[in-house]
């Protein structure tokens, strides 16, 4: 499907999948013909699964998001079901993230309608699909409409109660007798959405805003391009690879480096890559005790005890052409399996190269160490499109080893 196309539903019960790579909250909003909710009741999501002819079910991070639709459920009244998704990490936004809808009879299992939203950027939430009513026929529609304040934008927009935080009591003088009276009661606040808040809605109400109102960006956030040549990376931002409208070789080396810091002795660092799933599932884990995986697309070059000597300390060949299909993320990780800190590194970097010409493509040099075991140095995401992105990350964790790191990277993907 494209934004704005329909098609009728040949069946009174869908489920509709947002799948992404990396891990969404996907809710939906039952509707009246004045497109607003009825009540808080009407906002289905992790914290109320369950309405009126509509009900959620988490992926548990092993599968997507969905929202089941029942149209021979729903109230009288009810014209509208949005379904909506937000990335699951707070403040990250769907630059780089090309979410997919999957519209499924659950009957049968068979696939309906897909759709992904085209050029999507600073939102960090969307409208994705809606099932809707018309002339007494039930269909579904591509939607693709961003918000740039996040789920709490969308829920206000569509008329559900955001919960804002407590003001402070003033504080007044202690009185000089006991009162004779008791205080009458503090007015009665609005209703909220019931259960433990979601933290994405402990935020003031805000009016819905289109992606031209972005919200502020993450520093050294943004997709960049190779058209100019070689890229030097910021913590945080993403490049295409991608030069001249054309993909480049699917054969690709990262390289890794360091040096023991302030002349200190030899530092034995581990570099290693860990493969995931569209569900942030871990695939398996490339490091030297496991020079090659996924049928050899990805091989390493072998362990670095010392650090020393020009150029890169280890070096990861991953053939992207040949990466399993389901093989969707790519986090490459250093750590210090004798437990020196980071902090006694100096110049560690990260490179990405066309592994047939040799030719440096990305570069990420790593600053502001922390005193810890373990980093995070960069990920290899792959689009919908079939397109790569390296985004720069520089996140530093407790870890000597890669096993440690399999549950962090697969987080920040």
Same mark, same amino acid.
């Given at each position: 499907?494209?934004?704005?196309?329909?098609?009728?539903?040949?069946?009174?019960?869908?489920?509709?999948? /947002? #799948?992404?790579?990396?891990?969404?909250?996907?809710?939906?909003?039952?509707?009246?013909?004045?497109?607003?909710?009825?009540?808080?009741?009407?906002?289905?999501?992790?914290?109320?699964? *369950?309405?009126? +002819?509509?009900?959620?079910?988490?992926?548990?991070?092993?599968?997507?998001?969905?929202?089941?639709?029942?149209?021979? #459920?729903?109230?009288?009244?009810?014209?509208?079901?949005?379904?909506?998704?937000?990335?699951?990490?707070?403040?990250?936004?769907?630059?780089?993230?090309?979410?997919?809808?999957?519209?499924?009879?659950?009957? &049968?299992?068979?696939?309906?309608?897909?759709?992904?939203?085209?050029?999507?950027? &600073?939102? &960090?939430?969307?409208?994705?699909?809606?099932?809707?009513?018309? *002339?007494?026929?039930?269909?579904?529609?591509?939607?693709?409409?961003?918000?740039?304040?996040?789920?709490?934008?969308?829920?206000?927009?569509?008329?559900?109660?955001?919960?804002?935080?407590?003001?402070?009591?003033?504080?007044?003088?202690?009185?000089?007798?006991?009162?004779?009276?008791?205080?009458?009661?503090?007015?009665?606040?609005?209703?909220?959405?019931?259960?433990?808040?979601?933290?994405?809605?402990?935020?003031?109400?805000?009016? #819905?805003?289109?992606?031209?109102?972005?919200?502020?960006?993450?520093?050294?956030?943004?997709?960049?391009?190779?058209?100019?040549?070689?890229?030097?990376?910021?913590? *945080?931002?993403?490049?295409?690879?991608?030069?001249?409208?054309?993909?480049?070789?699917?054969?690709?080396?990262?390289?890794?480096?360091?040096?023991?810091?302030?002349?200190?002795?030899?530092?034995?660092?581990?570099?290693?890559?860990?493969?995931?799933?569209?569900?942030?599932?871990?695939?398996?884990?490339?490091?030297?005790?496991?020079?090659?995986?996924?049928?050899?697309?990805?091989?390493?070059?072998?362990?670095?005890?010392?650090?020393?000597?020009?150029?890169?300390?280890?070096?990861?060949?991953?053939?992207?052409?040949?990466?399993?299909?389901?093989?969707?993320?790519? /986090?490459?990780?250093?750590?210090? =399996?004798?437990?020196?800190? =980071?902090?006694?590194?100096?110049?560690?970097?990260?490179?990405?190269?066309?592994?047939? &010409?040799?030719?440096?493509?990305?570069?990420?040099?790593?600053? +502001?160490?922390?005193?810890?075991?373990?980093?995070?140095?960069?990920?290899?995401?792959?689009?919908?499109?079939?397109?790569?992105?390296?985004?720069?990350?520089?996140?530093?964790?407790?870890?000597?080893?890669?096993?440690?790191?399999?549950?962090?990277?697969?987080?920040?993907?």
């Amino acid at each position: 499907m494209t934004p704005g196309s329909n098609i009728p539903l040949p069946v009174s019960t869908v489920a509709v999948e /947002v #799948a992404a790579p990396v891990r969404l909250d996907v809710s939906g909003l039952l509707l009246t013909a004045s497109g607003k909710v009825r009540s808080d009741d009407d906002f289905i999501f992790y914290n109320q699964p *369950n309405g009126p +002819g509509v009900t959620y079910q988490g992926g548990g991070g092993a599968a997507p998001d969905s929202v089941t639709v029942n149209t021979a #459920a729903l109230p009288p009244g009810i014209e509208k079901i949005v379904i909506t998704a937000s990335p699951d990490a707070a403040g990250q936004t769907f630059q780089g993230v090309e979410p997919t809808a999957t519209v499924r009879d659950p009957a &049968t299992g068979s696939v309906l309608a897909t759709f992904t939203p085209p050029q999507l950027g &600073t939102e &960090t939430a969307l409208v994705v699909v809606e099932v809707y009513l018309r *002339n007494g026929a039930w269909k579904v529609r591509a939607v693709g409409q961003g918000y740039a304040n996040g789920l709490a934008g969308i829920a206000t927009d569509f008329g559900v109660t955001v919960e804002e935080p407590a003001a402070p009591a003033p504080q007044a003088a202690p009185p000089a007798a006991p009162p004779v009276a008791a205080a009458p009661p503090p007015p009665a606040s609005p209703p909220t959405l019931p259960g433990t808040p979601d933290p994405r809605l402990a935020a003031p109400p805000a009016a #819905a805003q289109a992606p031209a109102a972005p919200a502020a960006p993450v520093p050294g956030a943004g997709k960049i391009s190779l058209d100019k040549g070689r890229v030097n990376l910021q913590k *945080n931002q993403t490049v295409s690879l991608v030069k001249g409208g054309r993909p480049l070789l699917s054969q690709v080396k990262m390289g890794l480096g360091w040096e023991p810091a302030y002349r200190g002795k030899d530092i034995d660092l581990d570099a290693s890559v860990i493969a995931y799933g569209p569900q942030r599932n871990h695939l398996d884990s490339c490091y030297f005790g496991k020079l090659s995986i996924l049928n050899g697309s990805v091989k390493h070059s072998g362990d670095n005890l010392t650090g020393e000597g020009a150029g890169d300390d280890e070096v990861i060949m991953v053939d992207l052409g040949r990466l399993p299909q389901e093989a969707t993320g790519l /986090v490459f990780t250093v750590n210090s =399996f004798s437990g020196q800190k =980071f902090s006694d590194v100096a110049k560690a970097y990260c490179r990405l190269l066309d592994a047939q &010409t040799g030719e440096e493509l990305v570069r990420f040099d790593l600053t +502001g160490a922390e005193p810890q075991t373990g980093v995070m140095m960069c990920k290899l995401i792959r689009q919908f499109s079939g397109e790569w992105e390296m985004t720069a990350m520089g996140s530093f964790v407790k870890s000597r080893t890669v096993r440690g790191m399999v549950k962090p990277a697969g987080q920040a993907l």
